[in-house]
């Protein structure tokens, strides 16, 4: 079964930085796109950066210049590190993977997600 599990969410004023932490686990054969999504309260579900297995990435145009999305193939780990943290990018940020499990066509996992709450 596969699982992917957050870390790093949490509290922090207008103009600072976090930085969210993902670690796949379980049985699979590949990992293929990781990325990160978020939903607001009231809000839909929306893509914030995505990174292929070779490294490259797509951003938001909300986070350009301001987040950047990292992997380690090796550790099955996706970060995002968030700098310039605005009131509106509070959400519950989702880590999502594409993968190829035993005896199963390629799908998505998500994580049970992180709150990201920006507030002074």
């Known amino acids: 079964q596969v699982q992917l599990v957050e870390s790093g969410g949490g509290l922090v004023q207008p103009g600072g930085s976090l930085r969210l932490s993902c670690v796949v686990s379980?049985?699979?054969?590949?990992?293929?796109?990781m990325g990160w999504y978020r939903q607001a309260p009231g809000k839909q579900r929306e893509l914030v950066a995505t990174i292929t297995s070779a490294g490259s990435t797509n951003y938001a145009d909300s986070a350009q210049d301001r987040f950047t999305i990292s992997r380690n193939n090796a550790m099955k780990m996706v970060w995002l590190q968030m700098n310039s943290l605005k009131p509106e990018d509070t959400a519950v940020y989702y880590c999502n993977a594409y993968i190829r499990a035993p005896g199963s066509r390629p799908g998505d996992y998500w994580g049970q997600g992180t709150q990201v709450t920006v507030s002074s």
């Open positions: 379980g049985s699979f054969l590949s990992i293929y796109v």
